[in-house]
């Protein structure tokens, strides 16, 4: 009989288990739902890891990769390199015991081993990086990163005894700007037989590497540090070794390490959706809270203390055996009264109030909603951006994870209720900076009257602040600085650390606020998001159901869309309820057969702003036909449009309920 592969300790599982070693025996069973992104290079194409990464090979241009997957081979592969004097080795395998690790970077000179862990993250090489707290100990921002480079050093100082090993974060620095144009259109993604890989285009010239945006940071002292503590923040106390340990042998075991219940666990991705139940699928943090509390799984059917909106105590609830949000009482909470709407702590009693009470209807406050309306000057415009930063930055003399707005969408209402799609920008162009036209664009579509200007959340008023110290700081800035600048200026206000401070004249108008003085609905289960009040509103005006219910939204008689035709936005389940909008949405590639196609995804549908970052990333990096970008732009656009819409909803759900 075949003897079963033991599971490794890679360097992915062991910062898994540093935030809950219970995990190790979810990872290890395929039996328990997962609600992690699985295809890893979505994540590492939003965040730019795979550019980082391959700019980061391009500074030791005799390095050698190790391209097999097999783990077996790889570290045949490694071990010949190695016998070596001098060599620089990609991806090289390593291992100890159950340990084992692919060095993003090793150099080899002599008997002394640098090993480099590339990063798709920043830092500010002049500042430097508070790494450490006080005490000499990872901060939180920082952890995850430094225990996975300290987890390599000691696979690697235990498996070559014989050699000085020192480690080192290759980091992007933001206070190097690269020294030419178009070193980011370089580094484009492919896709071979199902495998995704990046390809350089072209060539990577001296002059590309002048200015090294990454920086490789010695980190050997807080490795050091790591391996003498006994507090690894798992609430015991253990050396760096024994922590390991514990963890090869819960994985080679496959035997369940047993972790206290705490805040972590409202982000625990091992829950399973009903879907997954009906599959056979197991819940692992219901697990966990039944063997710790006794708890049933049906505990989470509820509304828990991980739903709480905004609360910073939830700790202590939970450290008292206090799940459901309706065993809280009014004197767990320090309620104090807001000057105008809820309060904080008003809106937290308000959801645990409902949640006591089976209640399902919604608060309004009527008052403090109609005196803000009555204060909006028309017609109104509703804005929203998608922006994304990325590492290896468009364009020369620019620096890595500068702010790109690369789309907005703009909808009107006038006074009699007419609603306009009114206009739109997107940045399709591959390694374009495109923030100067964003902003150009923008003012020709709001300086046109003085009417009140919303947006949902700070995230518009922050990017436009982004651009306008861009533009200051520009070198060769462009002939109509003076005039965005004062635009940006008028619409915003002045973020709390600025050296100039200001509040426009028509600043922005926060919807999010709005929602968050005015208006509870319980069903959102304490989300203020957009995405979870739109549908929600949907299902409760009778109003909304009427207008929208019907396929006149960019019709020739209903509201003017750039991006639909005699489209209906109301549509029900079976159990009659709306089906969210986002659902909706077109799929990408509709009008051919899947397999006549290279799906860029394997969601083929825009749900969120993630995805919206994806698909732009996507369209800036692979390698596509004009089909497949002509698609990502449509949906693109539409999915922008629906998310300016929903505000526009809300407006409208307030304006009918107030009957004003």
């Known amino acids: 009989m075949e003897r079963r592969q033991p599971i490794r300790l890679t360097k992915s599982r062991f910062t898994q288990a540093l935030s809950c070693p219970t995990k190790l025996a979810y990872i290890a069973d395929d039996r328990y739902a997962n609600q992690s992104i699985e295809d890893t290079f979505l994540e590492a194409l939003a965040e730019g890891g795979f550019q980082v990464g391959e700019l980061a090979k391009q500074y030791f241009p005799s390095g050698i990769a190790v391209e097999t997957p097999d783990p077996i081979d790889a570290l045949r592969q490694t071990s010949e390199l190695l016998t070596n004097d001098k060599v620089t080795i990609f991806e090289a395998a390593i291992e100890f015991r159950n340990c084992f690790i692919r060095v993003d970077i090793l150099e080899k000179k002599g008997q002394s081993i640098r090993l480099h862990e590339v990063k798709a993250k920043s830092f500010d090489g002049i500042e430097g990086a508070a790494f450490t707290k006080r005490d000499g100990s990872p901060n939180s921002e920082w952890k995850k990163y430094l225990y996975d480079v300290a987890f390599q050093k000691w696979v690697s100082m235990k498996a070559l005894p014989d050699h000085l090993i020192s480690a080192h974060l290759m980091l992007a620095d933001k206070s190097k700007r690269t020294s030419s144009a178009g070193l980011n259109q370089k580094f484009r993604i492919q896709n071979r037989n199902g495998r995704k890989s990046v390809i350089i285009e072209g060539r990577v010239t001296p002059e590309d590497l002048k200015s090294k945006i990454l920086t490789s940071v010695n980190v050997d002292n807080i490795c050091a540090h ?187 209402v006038s006074k009699d209720g007419t609603v306009t799609h009114a206009g739109e920008f997107l940045n399709v162009e591959p390694g374009h900076f495109p923030n100067y036209d964003f902003v150009r664009a923008l003012k020709e579509q709001l300086t046109k009257d003085e009417g009140a200007i919303f947006r949902y959340s700070n995230h518009e008023n922050t990017y436009l602040n982004i651009i306008r110290n861009q533009l200051l700081a520009d070198e060769n800035p462009p002939s109509d600085i003076a005039e965005l600048v004062s635009f940006i200026e008028t619409i915003t206000t002045s973020p709390r650390d600025s050296d100039d401070t200001w509040v426009g004249e028509r600043a922005m108008i926060d919807l999010l606020e709005i929602v968050k003085k005015y208006y509870f609905d319980p069903r959102t289960n304490g989300s203020n998001s957009l995405k979870y009040v739109l549908p929600n509103i949907l299902n409760r005006s009778e109003m909304l159901q009427v207008k929208y219910g019907a396929p006149s939204y960019g019709s020739k008689d209903g509201p003017y869309s750039k991006n639909f035709t005699n489209w209906q936005w109301i549509k029900k389940d079976s159990q009659g309820a709306v089906v969210d909008p986002y659902l909706l949405l077109p799929k990408l590639f509709e009008d051919e057969q899947e397999e006549q196609v290279l799906l860029l995804t394997t969601d083929n549908e825009l749900r969120n702003g993630g995805a919206a970052l994806m698909a732009y990333a996507r369209m800036q990096f692979e390698t596509m036909s004009d089909y497949e970008r002509d698609e990502l732009k449509s949906a693109l656009l539409k999915y922008c449009e629906l998310d300016t819409l929903a505000m526009v909803m809300i407006y409208e759900a307030w304006k009918s309920e107030l009957k004003i």
């Not at 050396?239 to 219940?261: C, N, V, W, Y």
């Not at 767990?332 to 009470?357: C, F, V, Y």
């Not at 403090?368 to 309306?373: K, N, P, R």
């Open 226 to 412: 790591i391996f003498g503590s006994t507090d690894h923040g798992l609430e015991m106390e253990e050396t760096f070794d024994h922590m390991i340990d514990r963890f090869s042998q819960a994985l080679e075991k496959q035997k369940k390490i047993k972790t206290p219940i705490g805040l972590k666990c409202g982000s625990c991705e091992f829950i399973c959706s009903a879907t997954q139940k009906e599959l056979g699928k197991k819940d692992g943090r219901a697990e966990c809270f039944q063997h710790a509390l006794g708890l049933n799984a049906d505990v989470f059917l509820e509304p828990t203390v991980f739903d709480l909106w905004n609360y910073r105590g939830k700790q202590k609830f939970i450290d008292d055996g206090i799940i459901k949000l309706a065993d809280i009482n009014e004197e767990d909470l320090h309620i104090t009264t807001g000057p105008d709407g809820l309060s904080n702590s008003e809106r937290q009693w308000l959801q645990i109030q409902k949640a006591k009470e089976d209640d399902d209807t919604v608060y309004i406050d009527k008052k403090g909603l109609t005196d803000e309306m009555s204060n909006w000057a028309y017609p109104l415009h509703f804005i929203d951006f998608e922006t994304t930063m990325v590492a290896i930055p468009f364009g020369a003399n620019r620096a890595p994870y500068e702010g790109i707005a690369f789309q907005f969408s703009h909808h009107m």
